[in-house]
């Protein structure tokens, strides 16, 4: 079993629906929670970061992380054509090596 | 102003050649990161670096390897390029352990 288990989609959807991306996996040393968004041929960068259970939201995003259930989401309200991107969950342990590991990414299309 | 930026953008070369990939922080971080990302999207942690020490991801051939000139620097040498090597090449950059911020990516192909 991968440490990150993410579906790579492709996900379509119509412009104003709500989106909802998932991740799990196996470590449970796992605390830091993020998500990235990754345009075409641009580098990933960070949408939302989230530490042990809860949620947060920014904006139209909200991050839920369930740590008993080792489950991570990423849902996006009222969707719009420029949110298209990938989507990779990234979490790492306490220690102080800080690697990342990574989902494999969900590839998103909001269409008009 | 770019935080994170990689020279070349694109490199085509041919197998059995020897190249480096450059990455400049202007963020003030003390930690560098080089990542790969493969045809399916899959981003791997390659190598972390701080001014303190190198962590090599134990799957990396040691054809490759990072060199970090000062604290803004941490290129990324290979050596006797496979075919297996084309991929998207990925610098980032933080502070200690806290959020990555990353380059704009370097894709290689190998002929």
């Known amino acids: 079993q991968k440490e990150v288990e993410q579906d790579p989609g492709p996900l379509s959807v119509p412009e104003g629906a709500i989106v909802s991306l998932n991740c799990t996996y196996s470590n449970s040393a796992f605390q830091y929670f993020m998500w990235y968004r990754q345009y075409s041929r641009k580098g990933p960068e960070l949408l939302m970061y989230?530490?042990?259970?809860g949620n947060k939201e920014d904006g139209r995003f909200t991050a839920q992380v369930d740590k008993s259930s080792k489950y991570i989401s990423l849902f996006i309200r009222d969707s719009q054509p420029s949110d298209s991107a990938t989507y990779l969950c990234a979490m790492r342990d306490g220690g102080s090596q800080g690697n990342l590991i990574f989902g494999k990414g969900t590839k998103l299309s909001v269409k008009p | 102003d770019t935080a994170v930026s990689q020279t070349p953008k694109y490199l085509v070369t041919q197998m059995g050649n020897d190249k480096s990939i450059k990455c400049e922080q202007n963020l003030g971080h003390d930690t560098m990161y080089w990542y790969k990302q493969d045809s399916k999207k899959f981003l791997k942690i390659m190598f972390s670096?701080?001014?303190?020490?190198?962590?090599i991801n134990e799957t990396v051939p040691n054809r490759f390897s990072p060199k970090s000139p000062d604290k803004a620097h941490l290129n990324l040498h290979i050596n006797s390029l496979e075919l297996g090597d084309s991929a998207v090449y990925f610098c980032?950059?933080?502070?200690?352990?806290?959020?990555?911020?990353f380059g704009p990516g370097t894709r290689l192909t190998v002929l």
């Open positions: 989230t530490y042990s259970s």
């Open positions: 670096y701080n001014n303190k020490e190198l962590i």
């Open positions: 980032a950059s933080s502070h200690s352990i806290d959020t990555q911020y």
